[in-house]
């Protein structure tokens, strides 16, 4: 999820060059919908990210997550990406984005490469826990 459209569509080009099918959203209402409504991977969104509710979109989106895979075997692998403003005013968000539920945590700009290898990273772990599961 990312509200800048420009900022969206060259992250969706990146990934789609990896091979990855992508899906953008511009704010939570409509990323919580896409969540409910059909599978996902992995979820990559921005912190700030406005919506009705504030600027906070991206928080927001990432605890309404793990508040409908709460009693399920479900857990969706989760990076969030914040901008300059973000690494400067809070320079512990990373740590604090996975106290809240997320994955991993990039700074803009961000390396495609880093981000197509923690992906591969993120979506390994979630097979095998699936697979646990499966087996359990």
């Given at each position: ?124 772990i979630a097979e ?9």
């Open positions: 999820m990312e509200d800048d459209r420009e900022q969206a569509e060259l992250l969706a080009e990146l990934l789609q060059a990896f091979g990855h099918t992508v899906v953008i959203t511009h704010d939570a209402d409509q990323a919580l919908h896409r969540y409910k409504q059909q599978h996902f991977d992995i979820l990559i969104t921005d912190i700030i990210v406005s919506t009705e509710s504030g600027p906070r979109g991206g928080i927001l989106l990432i605890g309404r997550i793990r508040l409908e895979e709460a009693g399920t075997h479900r857990r969706i692998p989760i990076i969030t990406i914040s901008g300059a403003l973000v690494a400067a005013t809070h320079p512990s968000a990373g740590a604090q984005m996975q106290i809240i539920g997320a994955d991993t945590h990039f700074e803009k700009p961000v390396s495609p490469q880093k981000l197509h290898e923690e992906i591969l990273r993120l979506l390994e095998k826990s699936q697979s646990g599961v499966a087996n359990a």
